[in-house]
């Protein structure tokens, strides 16, 4: 049992080390971990983790709706992931990421969203996203997430 526990922890490890994809280290790294731990909380259906990695006055594009705070991502992503967006995860490999300054990153992510039983996103749901990713008080939060269709 012990070492079964064991090797999903490495799993588990070794698929999240994968998720900087060449932004791994330091503040580059850092920076990312906002996106990567929204990513977890949709994957999970965890609509409060999802809000609580936005800043207070932060912003969400999800399809035609713009949500601009915490609490409208909470209830809109509570409804969408209870929803349409139920069995979910967002497939995000980061392409590009720029800092605006110490306390501001700028990623972009090419994926989008896969259902349950899809290795990745079907070609309908593929995008291209952009992330702000601000620090404060030390740690990294999302201030706006924004995706584009690729198809």
């Known amino acids: 049992m012990m070492a079964t526990d064991a090797a999903s922890l490495v799993a588990q490890a070794k698929e999240w080390a994968g998720s900087y994809g060449p932004f791994p280290n330091g503040e580059e790294g850092a920076a990312l971990s906002a996106v990567l731990r929204a990513r977890a909380a949709w994957a999970d259906g965890d609509a409060d ?17 713009q949500y601009t705070s915490r609490e409208e991502i909470r209830t809109a992503m509570t409804e969408a992931l209870a929803g349409p967006y139920k069995d979910t995860r967002l497939s995000e490999e980061p392409l590009d990421m720029r800092f605006l300054g110490d306390d ?23 995008t291209r ?14 201030f706006s997430y924004q995706s584009s269709p690729l198809a």
Not at 52 to 64: A, C, I, P, Y
Not at 129 to 142: C, E, F
């Open 49 to 65: 983790a999802l809000a609580d990695v936005f800043v207070e006055n932060g912003s969400l594009l999800l399809g035609d709706d």
């Open 129 to 142: 996203t952009v992330w702000i990713s601000v620090r404060r008080n030390g740690d990294w939060k999302l």
């Open 104 to 126: 501001t990153a700028v990623v972009v992510t090419e994926g989008g969203v896969a259902r349950a039983d899809e290795e990745a996103p079907g070609e309908k749901y593929r």
